[in-house]
Nanobody, 126 residues
Framework: QVQLVESGGGLVQAGGSLKLSCAAS????????MGWFRQAPGKEREFVAG????????SYADSVKGRFTISRDNAKNTGYLQMSSLKPEDTAIYYC???????????????????WGQGTQVTVSS
């Protein structure tokens, strides 16, 4: 069983930055694709960014390209999402998720991931 714990959320003004972390338990983190998703009130959960097992492949939603950067440190069993130039529309609960995969192809579907964290709230004020 894999447990994921997000941290780093909070309240920030528009234009500001936050860095989210996702700490994973177990020994399988280095063989997983990791994704970040978000869910705003009244909206469906959506893909934000994903990174392959080695860190060599990444994918971003168009809405965050150029502003967010996903990374991972397999030695620390931790993934990250650096968020810059934040906008009020980035306000949501952010979730990390993992999928057992050694593929370079980053999956973006909610149903394609096996394990999920509990989420961390990000609020961007205007």
């Amino acid at each position: 069983q894999v447990q994921l714990v997000e941290s780093g959320g909070g309240l920030v003004q528009a234009g500001g930055s936050l860095k989210l972390s996702c700490a994973a338990s177990g020994r399988t983190f280095s063989t997983t694709t990791m994704g970040w998703f978000r869910q705003a009130p009244g909206k469906e959960r959506e893909f934000v960014a994903g990174i392959g097992w080695s860190g060599g492949s990444t994918s971003y939603a168009d809405s965050v390209k150029g502003r967010f950067t996903i990374s991972r440190d397999n030695a620390k069993n931790t993934g990250y999402l650096q968020m810059s130039s934040l906008k009020p529309e980035d306000t949501a609960i952010y979730y990390c998720a993992t999928k057992r995969s050694l593929s370079l192809n980053i999956r973006t579907g909610v149903n394609e991931y096996d394990y999920w964290g509990q989420g961390t709230q990000v609020t961007v004020s205007s």
